[in-house]
C-alpha cells in the first residue's frame, strides 16, 4: 500500500525557515518522481517543486525559486523540501505526492510539477506564517 506521510508544517513568522519531510513507503522509490504542492486559500493546487528520484534532478516553480529546495535521502525513502525566507503568502496547506510510473517529472507551466501526472497523494501538512 502507498503511503506519504508528511511533516515538519506548524506556525511560523515571516523570514524564518521551515523543512517539510515526506516519508514514502509501498513502493518502488527509485525511478519516481516525488513533488510537493500546496493549496493556498482560496486558491488552486500548484506544483511547488519536484525531484526525480534516480537522477536526482530537481524542479522548483517560479514562484518559490531561490527560496525553496527539494532534496531527498533516498537511503530513507524521504523527500525534503527546504522553505526559507517564508512570507505570509506561503500560507497553505502543502502535500506531497508521488508519480509512480517510471520514468521523469512532468512539469507544469510554472517550472514546478503538474499535479496531473501524480497519482498518490499524501494528507498534508499545513504551513502557516504570520506576519
Known amino acids: 500500500q502507498v503511503q506519504l506521510v508528511e511533516s515538519g508544517g506548524g506556525s511560523a513568522q515571516a523570514g524564518v525557515s521551515l523543512r517539510l519531510s515526506c516519508a514514502a513507503s509501498?513502493?518502488?522509490?527509485?525511478?519516481?518522481?516525488m513533488g510537493w504542492f500546496r493549496q493556498r486559500p482560496g486558491k488552486e493546487r500548484e506544483g511547488v517543486a519536484a525531484?526525480?528520484?534516480?537522477?536526482?534532478?530537481?524542479f522548483v516553480a517560479d514562484s518559490v525559486k531561490g527560496r525553496f529546495t527539494i532534496s531527498q535521502d533516498n537511503a530513507k525513502n524521504t523527500v525534503y523540501l527546504q522553505m526559507n525566507s517564508l512570507k505570509p503568502e506561503d500560507t497553505a496547506m502543502y502535500y506531497c505526492?508521488?508519480?509512480?510510473?517510471?520514468?521523469?517529472?512532468?512539469?507544469?507551466?510554472?517550472?514546478?510539477?503538474?499535479?496531473?501526472?501524480?497519482?498518490?497523494w499524501g494528507q498534508g501538512t499545513l504551513v502557516t506564517v504570520s506576519s
Open positions: 505526492a508521488a508519480d509512480l510510473r517510471d520514468g521523469g517529472c512532468s512539469l507544469g507551466r510554472n517550472g514546478g510539477p503538474s499535479e496531473f501526472a501524480f497519482n498518490s
Open positions: 509501498g513502493f518502488v522509490y527509485s525511478g519516481k518522481c
Open positions: 525531484i526525480a528520484t534516480r537522477s536526482g534532478i530537481t
